[in-house]
């Protein structure tokens, strides 16, 4: 076995897992995950004591490596010190220098969130290519994986909770509200019409950008048709996955007013994974898998990829 610690460290969740990293396996397996609160700023002595607390909580395993993804820069000193405690290997960091074994099609690769990468990675691995990962956090992220199996592009927003946050500090007669799924579109108190906008608004938003991203993809997929344009095309016109994986059935109000409801589910495979993501997959018109597991072990894959890197460098001629 070889035991890999994987630390994703988020704008507002930390998520910590162990997963079985072997060889001629396809993919790692998860023994743990737990999350706590991201907590910043914090000093490297702090992020030692979250790190033994955690590990705690986790199965016991001897680990033969960490890598890290964390997307507040921040942080991400103090927890590659941290997790140097953890392991005698020095922690990967994902970024710039670091192999991730998925191309980057954007004008400057080192933008690119290590979480959005990571998922990208799993993803292209467990459903095949082309696919699309909606992730569900601070900011709701979508990442494109065309049929070349390249990372070539995706799209950030702001978050659900952040835009019911937004919605309470902005306007002073709007209270804040816990996220739940109203019965009806047409909301009968103050609440109820901030849940159906924030809640079934973003289920809307994120079904009309997955109809945008598969049109967009076919078209890169064929030169010659004409489906890229926006309200052009159809998403039926996008080239079918290998892996399309089991996917959730939508019903919701936000589903059923709108005329393309029926059927409106893609060839290309959607993940969604992150804060909420079963809830949320549940009120869109299209099919998608969800994944609670995607980025971390996305992370360990990254972290196999160098090390057979280095194995290759270390080996004779």
């Not at 569900?136 to 978050?159: K, R, S, V």
């Not at 002073?172 to 009968?188: D, F, K, N, S, Y």
Request: glycine share 10%; aromatic share 2%; charged share 15%.
């Amino acid at each position: 076995m070889s035991i890999v610690l994987a630390v994703d460290i988020g704008n507002t969740t930390a998520r910590f897992g162990l997963l079985d990293v072997r060889a001629g396996e396809l993919e790692p397996q998860l023994i743990g995950s737990c999350e706590i609160t991201t907590r910043q700023p914090i000093t490297v002595d702090e992020a030692c004591i979250q790190l033994e607390q955690v590990q705690n909580m986790l199965p016991s395993f001897p680990v033969e490596g960490t890598i890290l993804s964390c997307v507040v820069p921040s942080l991400t000193s103090v927890w590659q010190h941290a997790l140097a405690t953890a392991s005698t290997a020095r922690p990967l960091v994902v970024g710039p220098g670091l192999r991730s074994g998925i191309k980057l099609k954007f004008k400057d690769p080192a933008e690119v969130g290590p979480d959005r990468i990571a998922d990208a990675v799993a993803a292209r691995a467990r459903y095949g290519a082309p696919a699309i990962v909606v992730d569900l956090g601070t900011t709701t992220n979508f990442e494109a994986i065309d049929a070349a199996g390249a990372f070539c592009g995706g799209i950030i927003a702001p978050g659900v909770d952040l835009g019911a946050r937004s919605l309470a500090r902005a306007a002073a007669r709007l209270p804040m509200i816990e996220l739940h799924t109203p019965a009806h579109v047409l909301g009968r108190s103050t609440r109820e019409a901030m849940q159906s906008g924030v809640v079934l608004g973003e289920a809307a938003r994120i079904d009309g950008l997955l109809d945008a991203i598969v049109r967009e993809l076919a078209s890169v997929d064929d030169p010659t048709s004409t489906s890229g344009a926006p309200g052009e095309g159809s998403p039926s016109d996008a080239r079918p996955s290998p892996a399309a994986g089991p996917s959730t059935a939508a019903s919701s109000p936000a589903a059923a007013g709108s005329p393309a409801a029926a059927g409106s589910s893609s060839a290309i495979p959607i993940v969604m994974t992150g804060e909420n993501a079963s809830a949320m997959a549940a009120l869109l018109r299209h099919q998608a898998t969800v994944d609670d597991t995607l980025t971390l072990r996305g992370l360990a894959l990254i972290w196999q990829s160098n090390q057979r890197s280095n194995a290759g460098k270390a080996a004779p001629a």
